[in-house]
């Protein structure tokens, strides 16, 4: 990961941009979508930080972590330490957003029942949205956003508006255009509504993932 830091005297002037290397996080793994929260950010990283995680054997590193890093008095990232050990697992966790009160978390992991993983038709984890509420220092045992069901799709990459009443995603769930697509679901009450392709004006027959809404995006 990597910070920018902009600078301009006037309007009139150009903006200078300066590029800063994250050290202190980075390894020679991967880590990806961060997100502010409190005194820093949370990010996926394949970095474990002292969390029990099982090895990839695709890629031969860990399964993906929440971490978290906080900002020194100079404003760099500290070295990462684990998100909430409360809420992982030996499989894949991540992305993540948070609601504006950043008291509920959702994100996205690989598919737990009754302590066990769940498998698709082509024997890849399967990957489903759940939140979790803060409580105190603690986060609650996640809930899945939507109904886990055998049939093997993926619902993934979360990302929640401002108003907290839209939830954006990506799935390859069946009636999508092609690979991965964009979907929104509304609030209902305490409930999401059924999901809805965003169509063809966003998703194309290629992969369309890792959707990021804006404060000023209606």
């Not at 793994?29 to 005194?39: Q, V």
């Not at 949370?42 to 900002?71: E, H, P």
């Not at 008095?73 to 992305?95: H, R, V």
């Amino acid at each position: 990961l990597t910070a920018g830091f902009l600078s301009a005297q006037s309007d009139a002037e150009p903006v200078t941009v300066q590029v800063k290397n994250e050290e202190a996080i980075n390894t020679k793994g991967l880590e990806f979508s961060p997100t502010f929260f409190e005194d820093g950010i949370v990010f996926i990283s394949t970095n474990n930080a002292g969390l029990k995680k099982l090895t990839d054997k695709k890629s031969n590193q860990f399964y993906t972590s929440i971490l978290r890093s906080r900002r020194s008095s100079d404003g760099s990232l500290t070295t990462a330490e684990p998100f909430a050990k409360e809420i992982s697992t030996q499989y894949n966790e991540g992305p993540v957003c948070f609601d504006r009160t950043a008291e509920v978390v959702y994100f996205s992991r690989n598919i737990i029942v009754d302590g066990k993983e769940k498998y698709s038709k082509d024997g890849s984890l399967m990957m489903r949205i759940y939140y979790s509420q803060k409580e105190g220092d603690l986060w609650t045992e996640p809930k899945p956003v939507f109904p886990v069901n055998d049939e093997g799709y993926a619902d993934c990459h979360p990302a929640i508006s401002i108003d907290g009443d839209k939830l954006f995603f990506a799935s390859n769930r069946p009636g999508g255009n092609g690979g991965m697509d964009i979907y929104v679901s509304y609030r209902v009450g305490e409930s999401w509504s059924e999901p809805v392709d965003l169509g063809t004006g966003v998703n194309t027959s290629g992969n369309e993932a890792f959707p990021f809404i804006h404060i000023n995006d209606k």
